[in-house]
């Protein structure tokens, strides 16, 4: 019995050092104030999520120019869109057109 | 007479205010809230109009949104009126305004299909630009209130969208 754990122990071990190590997914927020898309945080991963946080009473949308993604952000709430393609990606608001924003993904 | 050249064209708004008030008879604080709120309504009133007609998806998400939109600004401006203490006065622009939006609403209503998807856009492309050159040139210059003035602002960012919004609906209805 104690040859057996001994063995799972040392696979453990020896997988848990062989794996490198890749962080895991985080989510990071960009917030909506007046009108205007807020900085977007440095250091976006692939497989990272970004929260588009809107403070104000008009809904808004985060739509990339691309077709990468199209997610409505009601007044006042939150949505997610999770990051698949490392690139830099410029996005807008479908209602204002004139709030545009830029999200860098790089690779993991 | 402050409005005297005001006519039934919402194009002349910005065109007799920059007359009359470049000899010095800008508007008053209540009056720019009546203007700004008469405004609101009318894009409100002339959405609603869409909704009846309109079966264009694209057109008909427009006109939401500005239901949405310039519903939430007149709430506004009548939320900062109240705390203020401000009564919005009626004036020849607001009356020439909501005149011109009355015919432009017996207009439209005689068209149907793609023919009042076309005039409508187009109108509410002309109608977002005209507003617009107003608050920036008149209104937003001429009020006093720094809490209006910051209201006025973030309406004319939401309006500036307005406007590309219709820009890019009205090419897709051409």
């Known amino acids: 019995m104690w040859m057996l754990a ?6 453990q071990a020896f997988g848990y050092a062989s794996v ?3 962080p895991a997914p985080k989510v990071v927020q960009i917030e909506i104030d007046k009108v205007a898309f807020g900085d977007t945080p440095a250091g976006i991963a692939v497989g990272d999520t970004v929260e588009w946080v809107n403070h104000d009473i008009f809904d808004h949308t985060s739509t990339s120019k691309t077709g990468g993604w199209d997610v409505v952000v009601p007044a006042g709430k939150k949505a997610r869109v999770v990051m698949k393609r490392a690139g830099a990606f410029d996005y807008f608001c479908r209602l204002h057109p004139n709030m545009t924003g830029l999200v860098r993904v790089k690779k993991k | 007479m402050l409005f005297r050249h005001v006519s039934t064209a919402i194009a002349v708004l910005a065109v007799s205010s920059i007359g009359v008030f470049a000899q010095g008879a ?3 604080d209540p009056q720019i809230a009546h203007i700004a709120y008469t ?3 009318i894009d409100i009133e002339a959405a609603q109009q869409a909704l009846k007609i309109s079966k264009n998806k694209d057109v008909r998400a427009f006109a939401e949104n500005m239901v949405k939109d310039h519903t939430q ?3 506004m401006a009548l939320d900062l009126c109240k705390k203020l203490g401000v009564t919005p006065e009626d004036n020849d622009t607001s009356k020439g305004l909501a005149k011109g939006a009355e015919a432009k609403r017996a207009e439209l209503a005689k068209l149907a299909g793609a023919e009042f998807d076309k005039a409508y856009m187009a109108n509410e492309v002309a109608y977002h630009k005209t507003v617009n050159g107003a608050l920036e040139t008149v209104l ?4 006093s209130n ?6 006025l602002q973030t309406g004319l960012k939401i309006f500036k969208g307005h406007q590309q919004h219709a820009e890019h609906t009205a ?3 051409k």
């Open chain 1, 20 to 22: 490198p190590r890749t």
């Open chain 1, 6 to 11: 001994a063995i799972v122990a040392l696979a």
């Open chain 2, 146 to 151: 720094a809490e209006l003035k910051s209201l």
């Open chain 2, 171 to 173: 090419a897709m209805v």
């Open chain 2, 26 to 28: 800008k508007p008053t």
């Open chain 2, 73 to 75: 600004v007149n709430k």
């Open chain 2, 140 to 143: 937003i210059p001429s009020s």
């Open chain 2, 39 to 41: 405004a609101g309504q």
